[in-house]
């Protein structure tokens, strides 16, 4: 389901039509037991780097276990599980953000 490049870690996932798109992993969280994943199209990694904020959006996914008991990365339904991991992640993310320059 993923490989490594550098410590950087990539996942080929497949859409509702079938379309393998690839994505980066740019963060992981554990809220009420169950983890999480934000990430950003591939692609997008390498746009965000050119772009003046360096900002992109992400997406949020939720780790289970299919039927086999693999690994499967599932969108969230629900909004107020969607509203309450989407701010760890913005939490998160806003840490890592240097302001004003300093550490």
Same mark, same amino acid.
């Given at each position: 389901?993923?490989?490594?490049? !550098?410590?950087?870690?990539?996942?080929? #996932?497949?859409?509702?039509?079938?379309?393998?798109? &690839? +994505?980066?992993? /740019?963060? @992981? $969280?554990? #809220? !009420?037991?169950?983890?999480? +994943? $934000?990430?950003?199209? *591939?692609?997008s990694a390498e746009? *965000? $780097?050119?772009?003046?904020?360096?900002?992109? @959006?992400?997406?949020? #996914?939720?780790? @289970?276990?299919? &039927? !086999?008991?693999?690994? =499967? #990365?599932?969108? /969230?339904?629900?909004?107020? &599980? +969607?509203? !309450?991991?989407?701010?760890? +992640?913005?939490d998160m993310f =806003?840490?890592? /953000?240097?302001?004003?320059?300093?550490?």
């Amino acid at each position: 389901m993923s490989e490594k490049e !550098n410590e950087r870690e990539f996942y080929t #996932l497949v859409d509702e039509e079938g379309t393998e798109i &690839e +994505f980066e992993k /740019i963060g @992981e $969280a554990e #809220l !009420n037991g169950v983890t999480y +994943f $934000a990430m950003i199209p *591939a692609d997008s990694a390498e746009q *965000a $780097a050119g772009s003046d904020d360096g900002f992109c @959006e992400y997406v949020v #996914l939720r780790l @289970e276990k299919d &039927e !086999n008991g693999d690994d =499967s #990365l599932v969108t /969230i339904d629900d909004d107020d &599980e +969607f509203d !309450n991991v989407a701010d760890v +992640f913005d939490d998160m993310f =806003s840490e890592e /953000i240097d302001y004003d320059g300093k550490q």
